[in-house]
C-alpha cells in the first residue's frame, strides 16, 4: 500500500483512503488534496492496492495499525476507501464521499456470488467500463487511461464480505453521493446514516470529478472540522 504525507507542516491531522484506482498524481484528487492542505491540515494519503487477497491484511490493518500512532484525526474517504474507513477506530470526525458499501446494479449478486467461488487471486476478470459519465465530467485522459481493468475473484469474494460485514455507524458521519452514482449500491447509505447527514450532489461517482465541486468544497471541509453539525439544516437536494 502506498502511503503519502502532504503538508508536513499542517495543523491539524488528516487521514484521507482514496478509492480503488485514485491516485494522488491525478489532477482531480490532486486538487482535493491541495484543498485540503490550504485548510491547514496535514494530509496522510493512502493509496489502495488494486488486487486484494485478504481484505484485513491487504486493505485494513496497514492503515489501522498506522493512524494508532496518531493522538486526534479528521478521516476522509472515498468509495472503496470508506469501506475500510468505517473500521477505523480514533477519528473525530468522519467524512465519507460516495463509499463503496455495496455493488452497483451494474454488478448481479449472482454473477458476484459465481465468480466469487474461484479458488483464484489472479486478475482476469474484466471491470465495467468507468468513463465519464459514470465518475464525472471532469475525470482526466490520464485517470481514465491509468484505471485498472481487472479484478480477481479473491477481491470479488473479500470486498464482498468486508460490505456483508459492515459495522454500525455509530458516530455523526456525513456522506456526500450522487444519486446518478451507477458504481455504489445507495441502500447501505440509507441504511447507516441519518438523512439529514447526506449530502446530494449532483454528478459521478467522484464528487472531485464532477462539474458542481466546487459548490460543494466549502462544506466538505466544514463537515471535517465540525461533523454532522455543518450539514444538518441544511438542503439536501441540490440547487
Not at 464521499?97 to 479458488?119: I, K, M, N
Request: proline share 6%.
Amino acid at each position: 500500500m502506498r502511503h503519502r504525507v502532504f503538508n508536513e507542516d499542517g495543523d491539524e491531522e488528516l487521514v484521507f483512503v482514496m478509492g480503488w484506482g485514485n491516485r494522488w498524481t491525478h489532477e482531480n484528487v490532486g486538487w482535493l488534496i491541495d484543498h485540503l492542505t490550504d485548510a491547514g491540515y496535514r494530509v496522510h494519503a493512502f493509496e489502495l492496492p488494486t488486487n486484494v487477497a485478504d481484505f484485513k491484511a491487504d486493505w485494513l490493518e496497514p492503515i489501522a495499525e498506522y493512524v494508532l500512532d496518531i493522538d486526534e484525526y479528521q478521516l476522509l474517504a472515498h468509495s472503496a476507501g470508506a469501506l475500510v474507513a468505517q473500521a477505523l477506530d480514533g477519528a473525530d470526525n468522519h467524512v465519507y464521499l460516495s463509499p463503496w458499501w455495496g455493488y452497483g446494479d451494474d454488478y448481479p449478486d449472482l454473477l458476484l456470488e459465481a465468480v466469487s467461488q474461484l479458488p483464484t487471486a489472479f486478475p482476469f476478470l474484466p471491470v465495467a467500463e468507468m468513463g465519464r459519465e459514470a465518475l464525472g465530467k471532469r475525470a482526466t485522459d490520464h485517470q481514465l487511461s491509468t484505471l485498472p481493468r481487472w479484478v480477481s475473484p479473491a477481491f470479488v469474494r473479500e470486498t464482498r464480505h468486508a460490505q456483508e460485514d459492515l459495522l454500525t455507524i455509530d458516530h455523526d458521519a456525513v456522506v456526500f453521493c450522487s444519486l446518478r452514482d451507477p458504481v455504489i449500491d445507495l441502500a447501505p447509505i440509507g441504511e447507516r446514516v441519518p438523512a439529514e447527514h447526506v449530502v446530494l450532489y449532483d454528478g459521478g461517482h467522484e464528487l472531485f470529478s464532477s462539474m458542481t465541486r466546487e459548490r460543494y468544497v466549502d462544506l466538505l471541509l466544514e463537515a471535517l472540522e465540525e461533523g454532522a453539525p455543518a450539514v444538518e439544516d441544511r438542503p439536501r437536494v441540490p440547487a
